[in-house]
C-alpha cells in the first residue's frame, strides 16, 4: 500500500531551504481541510519530520483566558499555562514571538520536560487575537536562531486561518 502523503526534508539541505520545504508541505497537507485540530497535530507531525534537534512540538489553544495544550509530538506536556506564565503565556499575552537562548534564565519558565534547554513560541494571530501558539522545544541550548523565527512565522501566518 503507497502513503497518502510522503513528505521528506532534503538531505543535507540548508535551514532556508528547510522551511521551504517545510511550508510547502504544511500548505498542501492542510489545504481544503477545515478541522483546526487535524491540521494542528499534522502541522505539528511535519515540523517533528522537518526539523532536528527537537524534544517537543505542538500547539497550544486558546481557551477563555489560559492556553491548553493542543496536539503535538514529544513527552507527555502541561495541559494548562495561564496567560502571561512561561515561554508560551508570554507569547500569548504579548502577541510576539518568543526565542529562548536558555529556558532556565527565562523569568518564570514552566519546565514540562527538564531536558529543554531552549525553545521557540510563535503566536498563531486571526483578526488580531491570538488563537494558539506555536510551541518548539530542543534539549539544545540555543537551538532556535531568527531563521528558525522567520521560518516559523511565515508558516504560522500562511496556514493560521486553518488552525482555528
Known sequence: MKAMFDFSPAANADKATLY????????????????????????????????????????????????????????????RIPLGKGVCGAAAASGETQLVEDVHAFPGHIACDAASASEVVVPVIIEGRVVAVLDLDSPLPARFDRTDQEGLETLVERIAARLA
Do not use: H
Open 20 to 79: 521551504d520545504d517545510l511550508l510547502s508541505a504544511a500548505d498542501a497537507l492542510t489545504a481544503g481541510e477545515p478541522d483546526a485540530v487535524a491540521n494542528m497535530a499534522n502541522v505539528a507531525a511535519l515540523i517533528w519530520q522537518f526539523l532536528p534537534d527537537l524534544n517537543w512540538a505542538g500547539f497550544y489553544r486558546m481557551a477563555e483566558d489560559e492556553l491548553v495544550l493542543g496536539p503535538f509530538q514529544g513527552k507527555t506536556a502541561c495541559i
